[in-house]
């Protein structure tokens, strides 16, 4: 069973950045591709950036490119979210899920398991 557990949410101030990290159970972790999505009140849920086995190869949404990072270290069984310059529309629950595939996907049924998510507010 694999277990997911987002960490790094609050409140933060317009212009400013958050870190979220996202920490896994299972041996099997370091061979599958994990991506970051969100749900802000009363919208789906979208993409936000993922991330390959490897760590070596990434991909983003367009309102989140050049802003937000993702990073993953496989010893620790972890998968980070640096976003910086913050705005109110990246307001939302972030969650992390990780993929039934090695390579990069942003199709939400790609995405085996997920966490809890963990709430981001962007004060204006």
């Known amino acids: 069973q694999v277990q997911l557990v987002e960490s790094g949410g609050g409140l933060v101030q317009a212009g400013g950045s958050l870190r979220l990290s996202c920490a896994a159970s299972?041996?099997?972790?370091?061979?599958?591709?994990v991506g970051w999505f969100r749900q802000a009140p009363g919208k789906e849920r979208e993409f936000v950036a993922a991330?390959?086995?490897?760590?070596?190869?990434?991909y983003y949404a367009e309102s989140v490119k050049g802003r937000f990072t993702i990073s993953r270290d496989n010893a620790k069984n972890t998968v980070f979210l640096q976003m910086n310059s913050l705005n109110p529309e990246d307001t939302a629950v972030y969650y992390c899920?990780?993929?039934?595939?090695?390579?990069?996907?942003?199709?939400?049924?790609?995405?085996?398991?997920w966490g809890q998510g963990t709430q981001v507010t962007v004060s204006s």
């Open positions: 899920a990780r993929s039934s595939l090695s390579r990069v996907t942003m199709a939400p049924q790609d995405y085996t398991y």
């Open positions: 991330i390959n086995w490897s760590g070596g190869t990434t």
């Open positions: 299972g041996r099997t972790f370091n061979i599958y591709a």
